[in-house]
């Protein structure tokens, strides 16, 4: 079945400090690709999409593209802030069947200042 | 405009009883789903209902059911609690159906099992 292998965590970072968070997925189809988000307390929010392959999904600074060649769907930001402090998971999405996301088991990561 | 609503936020329950978890999705929503977010873990998909009709159901045992109402609340029941059903239970909606709909999470019902 459709799977997704996160980067593990937990991820500690300095303020300014470049990210890269590694996620990998298996699919039978052409899936479309996600990053949520997980504030402390709150429930998950779309952080950023991709459809197909070489599209590149951008929101608040963080950045993936979708790379078929690699099974690939990296996320990364250029500088980061406290406030990024969260769980990050990335997921995929059947075209066909149910509306139903896969997700990979998330990374925590903290900034500190 | 409210998002997605679920009802209770924390609940305690003992092995063996049944548990009730509310949901209303946004308004306009005809997609709900249910996910089930065990602790260090990635939610895993439970069920998608549709316009009332279960579209989907994930690898989950009958214990676990689930319906949605003609104004597109839905509830997710779970007969025979074990400890392991302890989690965060997440509802998600949608616009549309397929692939194109985003999914918009609700807070989540938070279950600890004793």
């Known amino acids: 079945g459709d799977s997704v292998t996160q980067m593990e965590g937990p991820v500690t970072l300095s303020e300014e400090a470049f990210l890269t968070i590694n996620c990998t997925y298996t699919?039978?189809?052409?899936?479309?690709l996600f990053w949520y988000v997980q504030y402390p307390g709150e429930g998950l929010q779309l952080l950023l999409k991709?459809?197909?392959?070489?599209d590149k999904g951008s929101n608040k600074g963080f950045e993936a593209t979708y790379r078929k060649e690699t099974t690939s769907f990296h996320l990364e930001k250029g500088s980061v802030q406290v406030s990024d402090s969260a769980v990050y998971f990335c997921a995929l999405k059947e075209i066909q069947g149910a509306q139903k996301l896969v997700f990979g088991q998330g990374t925590r990561l903290t900034i500190n200042p | 405009d409210a998002g997605v609503t679920q009802s209770p936020t924390h609940l305690i329950k003992t092995r063996g009883q049944h548990v009730t978890l509310r949901c209303s999705p946004i308004s306009g929503h005809k997609s709900v789903s249910w996910y089930q977010q065990v602790l260090g873990q990635g939610p895993q998909f439970i069920f998608q209902y549709y316009e009332k009709e279960e579209r989907g159901r994930g690898n989950f045992p009958d214990r676990f059911s689930a319906r949605q109402f003609p104004n597109y609340s839905s509830e997710l029941n779970v007969n025979a609690l074990l400890l392991g059903d302890s989690a965060l239970y997440l509802c998600a909606s949608s616009l549309v159906q397929g692939a194109a709909g985003e999914l918009f999470f609700g807070e989540g019902s938070r279950l600890t099992v004793l």
């Open positions: 699919a039978t189809g052409y899936p479309s």
């Open positions: 991709a459809t197909k392959a070489d």
